[in-house]
């Protein structure tokens, strides 16, 4: 199966191209950015005409879009690129599959929800209540993907971190080494995802894609949640980053979100419901610490 990946160069993308090296699947991993060592195909995908050529020319079946625009703080001045990458990208995506009657996979966020006082795990037919443009322009894609009449499948997470990348793992990881004390925000509540676990879920939905692509429908299409299991808090996170590194000289703090101003009001309670994900393709969701673990265990590795 031909499978174009987006975003190749991002965390997810890159877990994927870890992915790819024990598959039977031919992939393509494209970006705007270059980086070195990485084989990688320049591709705009607010360029429809430039997304056509490249399925037609390497016979794409499937599309993994690991691309957006994920600065939440900024969008909120960068609204138009945000539109542009978050919503009219995706539709671009949806639009060059359903030309060949190939499947989008679309990775969206628990940014989607927010503006409700939710206290119970989120699920996928849940109201979109986005309290920012992030989410607005990342909910706007889903509706524009689904409008489409592509095959497609939504997955999305939260909290994402990974070895590859900024993010708020390798952020607090460098923190916690350097300061006496730090204070991070207790009244957010999710659940980590670590790109890896992620990239094997979709490996997981393509496998069972490739085993029924050869029929016209695809049984399976919608949206889906994907996170690592549990639930904690921004301060939690950090003390457990603290304790796997080994940054026992800093001393985490909760505090209140209102203590660091930001322009958007960020999800009080994100925590997203796997239930479907695991009912229909059987996806095996480890729990949030473990995969701290062992993640914090491969950034060690690669310091060596």
């Not at 997810?12 to 992939?27: F, P, Q, T, V, W």
């Not at 925590?271 to 062992?294: C, E, H, N, Q």
Request: one cysteine or more; a negative charge.
């Amino acid at each position: 199966m031909n499978t174009l990946i987006t975003g190749a160069n991002g965390q997810l993308g890159n877990e994927m191209r870890i992915i790819a090296k024990s598959s039977c699947d031919n992939y393509v991993f494209t970006d705007v950015n270059q980086v070195e060592g990485f084989e990688t195909t320049f591709l705009d995908i607010t360029d429809l005409e430039a997304i056509r050529k490249i399925v037609a020319d390497n016979k794409i079946e499937v599309i993994v879009n690991c691309a957006a625009y994920t600065n939440v703080d900024a969008a909120e001045n960068n609204e138009a690129l945000a539109k542009k990458l978050n919503a009219k990208a995706p539709e671009n995506l949806a639009v060059a599959m359903k030309e060949v009657n190939g499947l989008l996979v679309q990775i969206s966020t628990d940014y989607v929800f927010g503006k409700e006082p939710y206290n119970v795990p989120c699920k996928e037919d849940q109201k979109g209540t986005p309290t920012g443009i992030y989410g607005q322009t990342k909910l706007h894609g889903e509706q524009l993907i689904e409008k489409s009449g592509c095959k497609y499948v939504i997955i999305r997470t939260a909290w994402l971190y990974s070895e590859f990348g900024k993010n708020f793992c390798k952020t607090m990881i460098s923190l916690t080494e350097t300061k006496p004390q730090l204070k991070v925000v207790f009244d957010q509540t999710g659940t980590p995802t670590y790109a890896l676990d992620l990239a094997k879920a979709i490996e997981t939905i393509l496998g069972d894609y490739r085993e029924q692509s050869c029929s016209a429908e695809y049984s399976k299409i919608g949206i889906y949640h994907y996170s690592n299991e549990g639930v904690c808090s921004w301060f939690d996170f950090t003390k457990m980053i603290a304790e796997y590194n080994g940054s026992t000289e800093c001393e985490v703090l909760p505090c209140h979100s209102e203590e660091f101003p930001s322009p958007v009001k960020r999800p009080a309670y994100s925590v997203l419901d796997k239930t479907k994900i695991k009912a229909v393709f059987g996806v095996s969701v480890p729990y949030w610490t473990d995969s701290l673990r062992r993640c914090i265990s491969n950034i060690k590795a690669q310091k060596k």
